[in-house]
């Protein structure tokens, strides 16, 4: 054998024997170059996310978005794409993931990867205080419902198959009803407050709970109309960033992160499945 065949062998094992190193994906890439993971969240719909007085983020997904930052390494960024854009997917690298209650629907699966859920939470009807007529959600049947435009709350309320996965379908309480969509679940809960442009809202328990105890005059009325899981939403094309952060919020449930969290902004642990 020739100097250059035993050469040529020789680097040819060498290549085949030694250790795979797998590289980080793209976005994992981009992350980790920039020092920055920038994440999609709400900035008016505590106590999930909100901006305080003093421009602080404050909330649960905040806190979460944030822990997940930290043991990545990074630093975070919030944005803040109207809910509808950040469901629609084909975000183009204007931020990296949705740490914002999403509910992972067939739908979504289409255009987005989910790598773990965080917590579980009740959907309400809400409707003004002095409302006397609807009592109960099937007294909310032919009213005009608001919800938060492309979200699971208007799936509902229009009736619409829901497609997450591993839950059973809803059981619909609200008939006919006329939905009032909303590009942000703000403006939604000032127009249910008014009492003029909608009859009644539907939106999460906690959300709720929250403009209440900060004196808006609306309130709860009957059981959950269903409980839904939420998780955390990246593009398609990088598993190595999905493998990191289904590892990151695994180890939050082992090390008690996330209950803390849970019971730090809402007062009881959302984490379980009920």
Request: charged content about 20%; glycine content about 8%.
């Amino acid at each position: 054998m020739t100097r250059i065949l035993r050469r040529f062998v020789t680097l040819c094992l060498a290549a085949i024997l030694a250790p795979t190193v797998l590289a980080a994906g793209p976005v994992l890439d981009r992350i980790n170059a920039a020092g920055v993971i920038k994440i999609a969240s709400d900035p008016a719909w505590p106590p999930y996310s909100w901006i305080d007085e003093t421009g602080a983020w404050q909330g649960f997904d905040a806190s979460v978005a944030a822990e997940v930052a930290k043991r990545l390494g990074v630093k975070v960024e919030f944005v803040t794409p109207t809910w509808d854009v950040v469901t629609a997917g084909n975000w183009g690298g204007a931020w990296d993931l949705s740490v914002g209650s999403m509910s992972p629907t067939g739908d979504r699966a289409k255009v987005l990867v989910f790598p773990a859920v965080y917590y579980y939470s009740p959907t309400v009807l809400a409707v003004q205080r002095d409302n006397t007529t609807i009592q109960s959600p099937p007294d909310a049947t032919g009213k005009r419902i608001g919800a938060l435009n492309g979200s699971i709350f208007e799936k509902y309320v229009l009736q619409e198959p829901m497609g997450m996965a591993d839950e059973p379908p809803p059981a619909y309480k609200i008939k006919d009803a006329v939905v009032v969509p909303f590009e942000t679940s703000e403006e939604a809960s000032k127009a249910l407050a008014e009492g003029k442009s909608i009859d009644a809202m539907v939106d999460d328990l906690m959300y709720f709970l929250f403009l209440i105890k900060e004196g808006a005059p609306i309130k709860v009325v009957g059981q959950p109309l269903y409980y839904g899981p939420a998780a955390m939403a990246i593009e398609p094309g990088d598993p190595e960033l999905e493998e990191a952060l289904a590892k990151i919020v695994a180890d939050m449930q082992a090390d008690g992160t996330l209950s803390a969290l849970s019971a730090k902004w809402f007062g009881v642990d959302l984490t379980q499945k009920f």
